[in-house]
């Protein structure tokens, strides 16, 4: 959980369809979806050569083939349902939990990024795995975003 206070939604959706998925439609971030308080539940958080990632699981048929839930299938399910969007508030949630955690906290070494298992697709290949590591530039964007420094993004 944390607090979204006066978070200007349409630049948050922008810097996020600007950095995860550009050119893939999505619907546009409404203006009330985001202030107050927020809460989510990242499936797992895991340790990999000393970096952290994030995974969630997804449920959602994409479809009865392989080529279902290859990379490109599932970046347009992502946009679709806005889980571009979960993607980089679970891995703002992680860049902030670490910062506050570890004495020799960097970004750039210590956060891997976020896993996306869609499991009906998840075949031993690549499919059905969509991986992705939003920058550092916009975890830091996002961070004064979500602190109430409007001035500053």
């Known amino acids: 959980m944390f607090s979204a206070t006066q ?3 349409s630049r948050l959706d922008r810097a996020v369809t600007e950095a995860l998925l550009p050119g893939v439609r999505r619907p546009v971030l409404k203006w009330n979806r985001l202030n107050g308080m927020l809460k989510g539940f990242m499936d797992l958080v895991f340790v990999v050569e000393d970096q952290y990632y994030v995974m969630d699981y997804k449920s959602n048929y994409l479809g009865d083939t392989n080529a279902d839930y290859t990379r490109d299938a599932m970046g347009h399910a992502m946009a679709s349902h806005r889980y571009d969007l979960q993607l980089v508030l ?37 499919n059905g795995v969509y991986g992705e590591r939003p ?14 420094k409007h001035n500053e993004y």
């Open 135 to 148: 920058s550092r530039e916009l975890m830091e964007k996002l961070d004064r975003m979500f602190t109430g």
């Open 90 to 126: 679970y891995t703002l949630a992680l860049h902030r939990l670490l910062k506050a955690r570890l004495a020799d906290y960097d970004y750039d070494i210590h956060v891997g990024g976020a896993v996306y298992l869609f499991l009906r697709g998840v075949d031993g290949t690549d």
């Open 7 to 9: 978070v200007d939604t």
